[in-house]
């Protein structure tokens, strides 16, 4: 970062400094309108961004960065070229290329990465960015093991880093609504909370491709990277559609989806770590290249509380939110003493236990509308406050979906000890949680 660019961001952290005292998650956010932004940013004042990872859902997160006047695309990175210059295109007067991540994390000017890449490269791009002094936008999921969730956690905490993992359904005015109803206590104490997502890819599921050889292009052992080395696979590779039917690059459709669904209840009801998690599941139906679950059900014990998750590749069925024709479909149901409420993405709906919520009002809006999930990041990487779903808030939602699927793999119960972030009285399960990394990648085992 350039000496001006230094200097024009401690002034502008003094004066926000003025406004609240940084903090650890900061509820609600400064709007970018209020940060004095002008049609025009002066040019050392404009946050320059890397993207690494540029498929679809990296280069969306990037342009809806890249549409605001104070922030300048510096450097794309991809292991596949075509990949890499269909990002580069609309950035070539201001962005440089790159095929290695760490090349890019090495320069000066570049203040901010967001992180587009498979999952199973996100712990390792994501310390490597801290360590840089990067901020971090992170897609989800966060993390595929425990350490590795952990490990982010530490590192964004240790190098002082501003890091967004990407729910953008967090900044939907739907879910602000939903919290404010659960939170009012109009349903009642709570018992119960029910997650899923369903869609049906049929028998055949993706199909199968039996061409091993990556196309032209492609560097195959650097998207492998630091996790264990398997042959080339189109539909591995082709889109993060895909890449969930294949459970240790993905955490399958679990952790593909869940981060969405599950943070929704975590919010409204504020949870912390879950006491016990049991999972149940497997490959019963689709015979395709893939190996992930198609049948998946978690049940998580917190203190006089349960949620649970179910996942089907392989059945469209649901309840309240639809059914017939194929298609995906999820929800969230809170199940209250007084009342149900449903909800998704985009509507709820209050089921009333006879007439015991006749006397209940819609409380006022509470929760300020989102500036966007990007817009939010970028804020904070001005006022150096933690934006809603940073890693301490979002470990509550990753490490609930990480120690379900250990709990598949295992098959049996995980406990976790919230005070301490810790498998207890499972050895096994203990080291299981830690993944080994592929030379000459290193698990970055001195932030657990």
Same mark, same amino acid.
Not at 144 to 159: C, R, T
């Given at each position: !970062?350039?000496?001006?660019?230094? #200097?024009?961001?401690?002034?502008?952290?003094?004066?926000?400094?003025?406004?609240?005292?940084?903090?650890?998650?900061?509820? /609600?956010?400064?709007?970018?309108?209020?940060?004095?932004?002008?049609?025009?940013?002066?040019?050392?004042?404009?946050?320059?961004?890397?993207?690494?990872?540029?498929?679809? !859902?990296?280069?969306?997160? #990037?342009?809806?960065?890249?549409? /605001?006047? @104070?922030?300048?695309?510096?450097?794309?990175?991809?292991?596949?070229?075509?990949?890499?210059?269909?990002?580069?295109? =609309?950035?070539?007067?201001?962005?440089?290329? /790159?095929?290695?991540?760490?090349?890019?994390?090495?320069?000066?000017?570049? @203040?901010?990465?967001?992180?587009?890449?498979?999952?199973?490269?996100?712990?390792?791009?994501?310390?490597?960015?801290?360590?840089?002094?990067? @901020?971090? /936008?992170?897609? =989800?999921?966060?993390?595929?093991? #425990?350490?590795?969730? !952990?490990?982010?956690?530490?590192?964004?905490?240790?190098?002082?880093?501003?890091?967004?993992?990407?729910?953008?359904?967090?900044?939907?005015?739907?879910y602000r609504r939903v919290v404010e109803l659960v939170q009012s206590g109009n349903l009642g104490k709570i018992s119960v909370a029910r997650t899923f997502n369903v869609m049906n890819q049929g028998p055949e599921g993706l199909g199968h491709d039996p061409n091993t050889t990556p196309p032209e292009g492609l560097d195959w052992n650097m998207w492998i990277g630091p996790y264990p080395m398997r042959p080339y696979n189109s539909f591995l590779a082709k889109s993060s559609y895909h890449h969930p039917s294949f459970m240790l690059y993905s955490g399958g459709w679990t952790c593909g989806m869940a981060p969405h669904i599950v943070d929704l209840p975590v919010w409204a009801l504020k949870l912390g770590y879950p006491e016990v998690t049991y999972s149940s599941g497997g490959r019963y139906t689709i015979r395709d290249d893939g190996d992930a679950p198609d049948t998946q059900e978690i049940v998580w014990q917190y203190p006089n509380f349960t949620m649970t998750w179910m996942m089907s590749m392989v059945s469209s069925f649901a309840f309240d939110f639809g059914r017939g024709k194929p298609a995906r479909r999820l929800g969230i149901y809170f199940h209250g003493v007084n009342g149900t409420m449903y909800c998704n993405y985009g509507k709820h709906e209050i089921v009333p236990e006879g007439d015991w919520m006749k006397d209940a009002q819609t409380p006022e809006k509470s929760i300020p509308p989102s500036p966007g999930h990007e817009r939010e990041w970028l804020d904070c990487i001005k006022t150096r406050r933690q934006p809603s779903c940073n890693p301490g808030y979002h470990c509550k939602i990753d490490v609930p979906l990480v120690l379900g699927n250990l709990s598949l793999k295992l098959g049996r119960s995980i406990r976790f000890d919230s005070a301490t972030e810790k498998i207890v009285g499972d050895a096994e399960a203990a080291k299981a949680a830690v993944p080994e990394y592929r030379d000459p990648w290193k698990f970055p085992a001195e932030y657990i």
């Open positions: !970062m350039s000496k001006s660019n230094e #200097l024009s961001r401690r002034r502008f952290i003094e004066k926000a400094t003025a406004v609240g005292a940084a903090g650890v998650a900061a509820p /609600y956010f400064v709007p970018a309108s209020a940060l004095g932004q002008a049609d025009q940013a002066p040019a050392n004042e404009r946050v320059q961004i890397g993207l690494i990872g540029c498929g679809g !859902m990296g280069r969306a997160n #990037l342009n809806n960065c890249a549409k /605001y006047p @104070d922030v300048v695309v510096t450097g794309v990175c991809d292991i596949w070229k075509e990949r890499r210059e269909i990002a580069l295109a =609309k950035f070539k007067e201001s962005a440089k290329p /790159y095929h290695d991540y760490r090349e890019m994390l090495a320069r000066k000017d570049i @203040d901010a990465v967001i992180i587009g890449t498979p999952p199973h490269w996100h712990c390792r791009q994501t310390v490597d960015a801290c360590e840089a002094g990067k @901020d971090v /936008y992170l897609q =989800k999921p966060m993390t595929l093991y #425990l350490g590795e969730s !952990m490990a982010i956690k530490n590192a964004v905490k240790k190098h002082n880093r501003i890091c967004q993992v990407g729910t953008q359904v967090h900044a939907s005015e739907n």
